[in-house]
């Protein structure tokens, strides 16, 4: 059985500092990682995904991906009270139909 | 990305009733995914619709609870039926999408409160 695990949270930034969200997966075969913000109320949407180990940027955001840890991160510089909110890990492997998703990590960022 | 839309947006609905959701794509997909998620709650897959087929559920949802139809590639529905307060969720339609990134994108879901 697959699993996606996710600390619950709430983790809790001051404005402009680094938020870290961490994300373990179980299945090793796993080949797709996406990152999904959900703001209360809202449904999740996509901002980031990774597919081979290392470092990926997009702007204030930072997708770490370790295959051999079974380890997916993302970082968010200069963290803003907007960033609030919801993160959803979320995994794909071969023979799955659906992603995989995590908990989430509830997220807050004090002015 | 999949363009996807629901109606109705939010509910308010009495135990004991039903309710149907609509959800809307706008480019031909095989299978659409419904979840569910309960207040403070990650998402939870309810089933997966396929044309011309049978919807597969997912353990603890039954079809006479959550019928589903899903009649072309681009539509279907999902049904809470006989409906109690634990009911009270967000349902959510789900689609693969492609581009650059392939992955699930989501409508914007029904907020279904039962009283």
């Known amino acids: 059985q697959k699993e996606v695990e996710q600390n619950s949270g709430p983790l809790s930034v001051p404005e402009g500092a680094i938020a870290s969200l961490n994300c373990t997966y179980s299945d090793r075969v796993s080949q797709s990682f996406f990152w999904y913000r959900q703001y209360s109320g809202k449904s999740p949407e996509l901002i980031m995904s990774?597919?081979?180990?290392g470092d990926k940027e997009d702007g204030r955001f930072t997708a770490q991906l370790n295959k051999a840890s079974q380890y997916v991160s993302l970082l968010i510089r200069d963290s803003q009270p907007s960033d609030s909110a919801t993160y959803l890990c979320?995994?794909?492997?071969?023979?799955?139909?659906?992603?995989?998703f995590g908990k989430g990590t509830m997220l807050l960022v004090s002015p | 990305s999949a363009v996807i839309s629901q109606k109705p947006s939010r509910d308010i609905c009495q135990r004991g009733t039903s309710l149907t959701i609509q959800c809307q794509v706008d480019?031909?997909?095989?299978?659409m995914f419904w979840y569910r998620q309960q207040p403070g709650q990650s998402l939870t897959l309810i089933a997966t619709?396929?044309?011309?087929?049978?919807?597969?559920?997912e353990s603890g949802f039954v079809i006479d609870k959550f019928p589903i139809s899903r009649p072309n590639l681009t539509f279907s529905t999902l049904t809470v039926s006989n409906m109690s307060p634990e009911d009270s969720s967000i349902y959510l339609c789900s689609v693969w999408g492609r581009g650059n990134q392939e992955t699930q994108y989501f409508g914007p879901g029904t907020r279904l409160l039962v009283l």
């Open positions: 480019s031909q997909v095989t299978m």
């Open positions: 619709a396929n044309q011309g087929s049978e919807a597969t559920y």
């Open positions: 979320a995994v794909n492997a071969p023979g799955y139909s659906t992603l995989t």
């Open positions: 990774i597919y081979s180990n």
